[in-house]
T-cell receptor
């Protein structure tokens, strides 16, 4: 089955800096890679996703890159703000099927 | 609110008791997923439905766990003879295509 590894487990940045979170996956059949943001006590919220036919996708301050050959994908947040502080999860899966999540990254943005 | 809803939000039970949770997906979403999340971990897949058909169950799901989606709309997850290790947040998600949207979860505490 799929195995998703996520690093780092914690990330502390100053407001305005960039943050990068990296994930690797094991199953070459995986073709869908979403990222979720989860604030304390709240539900995971989808912030961006990428499919395997695309190498990069950007939405305002958030971007995701995918390297299918190396089986890794990354989340990039630019111009971080205190409200970006949360736990971020990457996930991998096949279209319409189950998702396998990484262990999570606690992002703290200091004002 | 047209998002995924779950009931109850919190459940405290004694070891050995049976519990049942309900999930109402986003209207017209034909896929419904159950995940379990423990503190500091990413959501872990339990099972999923396409309409009323249960298409996959995790090997982690013991025979004490059963899920149904009788009319292809809401779903129930039942845990029989609860154990302390069942304490977790039980999350439901629904999708129409790739994106999975999560509900607020049911937090189960087994005493």
């Amino acid at each position: 089955g799929e195995n998703v590894e996520q690093h780092p487990s914690t990330l502390s940045v100053q407001e305005g800096d960039s943050a990068v979170i990296k994930c690797t996956y094991s199953d070459s059949a995986s073709n869908y890679f979403p990222w979720y943001k989860q604030e304390l006590g709240k539900r995971p919220q989808l912030i961006i996703d990428i499919r395997s036919n695309v190498g990069e996708k950007k939405d305002q301050r958030i971007a995701v890159t995918l390297n299918k050959t190396a089986k890794h994908f990354s989340l990039h947040i630019t111009e971080t703000q205190p409200e970006d502080s949360a736990v971020y999860f990457c996930a991998g899966g096949t279209s319409y099927g189950k998702l396998t999540f990484g262990q999570g990254t606690i992002l703290t943005v200091h004002p | 609110d047209t998002g995924v809803s779950q009931d109850p939000r919190h459940k405290i039970t004694k070891r050995g008791q049976n519990v049942t949770f309900r999930c109402d997906p986003i209207s017209e979403h034909n896929r419904l997923y159950w995940y379990r999340q423990t503190l500091g971990q990413g959501p872990e897949f339990l099972t999923y439905f396409q309409n009323e058909a249960q298409l996959e169950k995790s090997r982690l799901l013991s025979d004490r766990f059963s899920a149904e989606r009788p009319k292809g709309s809401f779903s129930t997850l039942e845990i029989q003879r609860t154990e302390q290790g069942d304490s977790a947040m039980y999350l439901c998600a629904s999708s129409l295509a790739y994106e999975q949207f999560f509900g607020p979860g049911t937090r189960l505490t087994v005493l």
